[in-house]
């Protein structure tokens, strides 16, 4: 009898051991999912023209390519191959990543977070941001670059400069290392957005701001695309004038 009970318990051991080593060869073999964002919060905000109205930026739904268009990073393996990184993701989709970025960087930038002028009898205008990204590739260990066709439209499009940005940045190995090369891309080119945000308000601010509907075809906007400082190509895909026919 006690022979019996010492074998029965020997077999509850040695299940409950196996139990426990399974579980634990489970959790070692569950592969750990990392997040990443193209936000930052670092760097003040910039007023260089302090006659500017209040202003109120609304950066349109970004297109991206459809390859890239999931939370997955995904990278080059060769010019004709990409792998999805399943445990390696976007902390939300890549369109709304590069979205949300540049949203923050160019309000930031332009002043517009402290646009409160609504309810004191002004009307406030609206900069509209079109971005259609061409290209946002990932080399690990090399580069990765990002070729953009972006816009700023003012009172409701009644003038608008469209310009076409290719940043690329070097990157080491390691996935954190591309995600930080392409957000030194996205600041560059919020950054140039927010120059642009800048031009059309300080123009704005010489003349009286007209609401959607109002004549534009006095005081026409002369703009150009901003030029990156580092050597990263910016092409001019149109100049800023009013709209015909209002």
């Known amino acids: 009898m006690i022979a019996t009970q010492t074998r029965s318990s020997r077999t509850m051991v040695r299940t409950l051991v196996s ?56 990278v080059q393996i060769n010019p004709a ?10 902390s939300s989709a890549l369109p709304d990543e590069i979205r949300d970025a540049i949203a923050t960087r160019v309000s930031r930038q332009a002043g517009a977070s402290a646009a409160n002028a609504v309810g004191r009898g002004e009307e406030v205008p609206v900069y509209q941001v079109g971005v259609d990204v061409q290209r946002f590739e990932s080399w690990p260990g090399s580069h990765v670059l990002v070729d953009v066709v972006w816009s700023v439209s003012r009172s409701a499009g009644l003038e608008t400069l469209s310009c076409h940005s290719v940043v690329s940045e070097p990157v080491s190995g390691g996935y954190q290392a591309i995600v930080d090369g392409h957000r030194h891309a996205i600041n560059a080119i919020a950054d140039q957005i927010g120059e642009v945000v800048r031009e059309f308000a300080g123009t704005a601010a010489d003349r009286p701001f007209r609401p959607s509907g109002a004549s534009s075809r006095t005081g026409m906007t002369t703009l150009s695309c901003p030029q990156f400082l580092d050597g990263a190509q910016t092409a001019v895909e149109g100049a800023a004038a009013p709209r015909s026919g209002v």
């Open 19 to 74: 139990v426990v080593g399974l579980a634990l060869l489970t959790a070692c073999a569950t592969p750990v999912t990392r997040f990443y964002t193209l936000e930052t919060d670092a760097g003040p905000a910039i007023a260089k023209n302090t006659t500017s109205p209040a202003l109120r930026i609304d950066v349109r739904p970004v297109n991206v390519p459809a390859a890239v268009a999931r939370s997955q990073l995904v």
């Open 81 to 90: 191959q990409v792998q999805v990184l399943e445990d390696d993701r976007w």
